[in-house]
């Protein structure tokens, strides 16, 4: 357990002498001092819902009970390896940390044992699951083919083809969270010690990586802090303590354009890196608590998502110039998650009370609604076309169907069950070969506290012809 932090100065002086974060359940976002875990709906104003013992994660059966022929399911696990999976989800983190709440199976559940949502047509489901046995996975990311995990063991494996291909090894702990670039050239890991490293795999041989800078790199800390003017820099721009991260980073993006690296911390900043030079070129005191998300979207916009329950908008000026744009959200409920989808315009927020918020861009950002599908955390998000995908601590993932533009409905297609812990990460890409529009394939990847790796296949139904409830 870390020391407590007090807040001193600045927009946060207000809050001197009280802890500023505390880690709980190794990289879970940080709760709200007020967070209670049963402020929490069940219905979306923007659908008609099912009830809320539906909803009930003991009434819910996986979609890979409905899969096609052809794919593996977890219906054909032995019982050993349930077992083993059980166990490490008992194990987890998650399991002495405030997120972790149980509600009472209803009695519709206890006398069935099946129940989906799965409106989707055949060809969807669970495609495998991957487990090794090298601690919680808390971040992941996909790209060129590979997908990339990062856990609390210090190693960060590369799966393809469904198998382990490659890896590679950082000394400082808890990797929370991963980036790739477009081309799977350059690797971005977030750790603990507040440091982002990046690797590149060998030219010669593409199972070796080996890392190729560490941001911010030794010799700028050193020039910052023996300049002679390191003390009035640092109370200004470009000294040391500027540089620097000085808690876990907890997320990571990449800009459309791929020129600048932006980083959120628990120390409540936001740093963009030029990878061009790989020097920190602006710094953000962005919030007055920990930064558990960031996302770089459309119109030179990046959003901010934190513990002090705010979805906060900057807008990129001058080429590496950030300036505060405006506060979408000021909640009691800790923002935990953000997803962009730039060619829809639409920015989703999950929070600590199970929500997803969202807005799209119109005459500036204007509130669209409420997704309400989970009685736990919304740990992560994904988008990917049509879809957004949520997964949350009470073990599932829901999909979620934006409908054509000038409305504002989503449907919630599936509920995707089968992690034995709280699903941490999400990752999405079309399948290679898929269709366009109607009917396109995503492969869907999930990470969880159980030690698991899920991939998944979804299929776009495309609007749908009759009223889904």
């Known amino acids: 357990m870390r020391e407590p932090i007090t807040g001193a100065g600045g927009e946060g002086s207000a809050r001197r002498g009280r802890p500023l974060f505390v880690d709980v359940g190794g990289g879970l976002p940080r709760p709200t001092k007020n967070f209670s875990p049963f402020l929490v709906m069940h219905s979306d104003p923007l659908f008609k819902s099912t009830s809320e013992e539906d909803f009930s994660t003991a009434s819910r059966s996986s979609v890979s009970m409905a899969t096609s022929p052809g794919y593996l399911s977890d219906a054909t696990t032995t019982s050993s390896s349930a077992a083993a999976t059980a166990a490490s989800a008992d194990s987890s983190p998650f399991q002495s940390s405030p997120w972790h709440h149980q509600h009472p199976p209803s009695d519709s559940a206890r006398n069935s044992t099946t129940w989906t949502t799965d409106l989707f047509p055949s060809g969807t489901g669970l495609v495998c699951s991957l487990v090794r046995e090298e601690g919680h996975i808390y971040s992941l990311a996909a790209a060129g083919g590979l997908l990339y995990t990062g856990s609390d063991s210090k190693n960060i ?98 800009s459309a354009d791929e020129s600048l690296l932006y980083s959120g911390s628990w120390d409540r900043t936001i740093k963009a890196w030029r990878l061009a030079d790989s020097r920190c070129v602006d710094s953000m005191a962005a919030h007055d608590d920990a930064v558990n998300a960031v996302a770089e979207a459309f119109d030179g916009l990046v959003f901010s998502g934190s513990a002090d329950g705010t979805v906060k908008v900057w807008r990129r000026e001058m ?151």
């Open 319 to 469: 080429a590496t110039r950030h300036v505060a744009e405006q506060t979408l959200m000021k909640q009691e409920s800790a923002v935990t998650a953000l997803a962009v989808s730039s060619a829809a315009g639409l920015v989703y927020a999950g929070s600590s009370d199970g929500m997803v918020n969202y807005w799209e861009r119109g005459r500036g950002l204007e509130h669209g609604g409420v997704l309400r599908g989970h009685n736990a955390a919304v740990l992560c998000l994904a988008a990917a076309g049509n879809l957004v995908f949520s997964g949350s601590a009470d073990k599932s993932i829901c999909v979620w169907r934006r409908r054509e533009e000038g409305t504002r409905v989503h449907d919630c297609l599936s509920v995707l069950t089968g992690h034995a812990g709280p699903v941490k990460c999400l990752a999405a890409s079309a399948e290679v070969g898929g269709e366009e529009g109607e009917g396109r394939r995503w492969v869907v990847y999930s990470g969880s506290l159980d030690k698991s790796l899920k991939i998944w296949k979804v299929v776009d139904p495309g609007e749908p012809k009759y009223d889904l409830y």
């Open 157 to 254: 494996r590369v799966w393809r083809d469904h198998s382990d291909f490659a890896g590679f090894k950082s000394s400082s702990g808890l990797v929370k969270s991963i980036v790739v670039s477009s081309d799977a050239r350059r690797v971005f890991s977030g750790h603990q010690d507040g440091k982002v490293r990046v690797w590149s795999p060998s030219p010669k041989d593409h199972t070796s990586y080996k890392r190729v800078s560490t941001l911010p790199r030794l010799k700028d800390i050193l020039k910052a802090s023996i300049h002679p003017s390191a003390a009035l820099r640092r109370k200004r721009r470009g000294g040391a303590a500027w540089i620097r991260h000085g808690d876990a980073i907890s997320c990571l993006c990449l």
